[in-house]
């Protein structure tokens, strides 16, 4: 179905444990499913992207990245990451519940012909690096990750820095940085760049001057921040391009 519209992925199941793995806050039953938002494009889709984003809403910059993808020919998947949590102040999803619920849209796409080969990930600032954990953790067609943080110390949440598992990545992965972003200074950029390049799989990481870097950020008053947003764009498209297929 051609456009934006929101769906549910159900989730898959998971054995009992001693926690109630899944389950709300509020301590009722585990979740059977994840919201999702979804862009379809007019044309036959080529694969899949799974979206993962760092705010309890879609903002309406990310929505547009996510129909430009569209318009490249892609199905274009967004979990509700923060669906399960009541807390508000909670600003980061990792761990089994992060994996589930890319599972999820994964296999939203699977199941509607994707071929699994031509799903990607792809995140912005610490959904940056939940794509990265993903791409590490699933064999997935590939990821980029915009601004993420926890390279070198992790975060919160964060089991382990990405310089610690980027050996371990099972998808070629790109990587795009400011140079005067703080939670990515350049030398911990430059320690990522040496240890993905220790991977079994392609990857690329590009630094822009300044805070320019953001694709999901258009300026429309500022030409030279238009000029790296627009190269920083064509670059996902073209990771993808060249990777799913």
Same mark, same amino acid.
């Given at each position: 179905?051609?456009?934006? *519209?929101?769906? %549910?992925?159900?989730? +898959?199941?998971?054995?009992?444990?001693?926690?109630?793995? =899944?389950?709300?806050?509020?301590?009722?039953?585990? +979740?059977?499913?994840?919201?999702?938002?979804? $862009?379809?494009?007019?044309?036959? !889709?080529?694969?899949?992207?799974? $979206?993962?984003?760092?705010?309890?809403?879609?903002?309406?910059?990310?929505?547009?990245?996510?129909?430009?993808?569209?318009?490249?020919?892609?199905?274009?998947?967004?979990?509700?990451?923060?669906?399960?949590?009541?807390?508000?102040? %909670?600003?980061? $999803?990792?761990?089994?519940? /992060?994996?589930?619920?890319?599972?999820? =849209?994964?296999?939203?796409?699977?199941?509607?012909?994707?071929?699994?080969?031509?799903?990607?990930?792809?995140?912005?600032?610490?959904?940056?690096?939940?794509?990265?954990?993903? !791409?590490?953790?699933?064999?997935?067609?590939?990821?980029?990750?915009?601004?993420?943080?926890?390279?070198?110390?992790?975060?919160? !949440?964060?089991?382990?820095? /990405?310089?610690?598992?980027?050996?371990? /990545?099972?998808?070629?992965?790109? =990587?795009?940085?400011?140079?005067? &972003?703080?939670?990515?200074?350049?030398?911990?950029? &430059?320690? /990522?760049?040496?240890?993905?390049? @220790?991977?079994?799989?392609?990857?690329?990481?590009?630094?822009?001057? =300044?805070?320019?870097? @953001?694709?999901?950020?258009?300026?429309?008053?500022?030409?030279?921040?238009?000029?790296? +947003?627009?190269?920083?764009?064509? +670059?996902? *498209?073209?990771?993808?391009?060249?990777?799913? @297929?």
């Amino acid at each position: 179905m051609p456009g934006t *519209y929101n769906d %549910v992925a159900p989730l +898959r199941p998971v054995e009992p444990t001693g926690e109630s793995r =899944g389950a709300d806050t509020a301590g009722s039953a585990p +979740r059977t499913a994840v919201p999702i938002t979804v $862009v379809e494009p007019e044309r036959a !889709a080529r694969g899949g992207i799974v $979206v993962l984003h760092e705010s309890r809403d879609l903002p309406p910059e990310l929505l547009e990245l996510m129909r430009s993808l569209s318009i490249e020919g892609w199905i274009v998947v967004a979990p509700h990451l923060f669906d399960r949590i009541a807390d508000d102040r %909670v600003t980061e $999803v990792f761990g089994e519940e /992060l994996f589930a619920d890319f599972d999820a =849209g994964f296999d939203w796409l699977t199941n509607r012909g994707v071929y699994p080969d031509t799903i990607g990930v792809l995140g912005f600032d610490t959904a940056g690096t939940a794509a990265f954990l993903v !791409a590490t953790n699933r064999p997935i067609g590939a990821a980029v990750s915009v601004a993420a943080a926890g390279i070198t110390e992790p975060l919160a !949440a964060q089991d382990a820095p /990405l310089v610690d598992i980027a050996p371990s /990545l099972q998808a070629p992965w790109l =990587g795009l940085f400011g140079a005067d &972003d703080p939670a990515t200074p350049p030398a911990a950029v &430059d320690q /990522l760049r040496e240890a993905t390049a @220790r991977a079994n799989v392609a990857s690329l990481t590009i630094t822009y001057p =300044g805070l320019t870097h @953001r694709a999901d950020r258009p300026d429309p008053d500022d030409d030279a921040a238009t000029a790296i +947003r627009i190269d920083s764009q064509t +670059r996902i *498209y073209d990771w993808f391009d060249s990777n799913l @297929r």
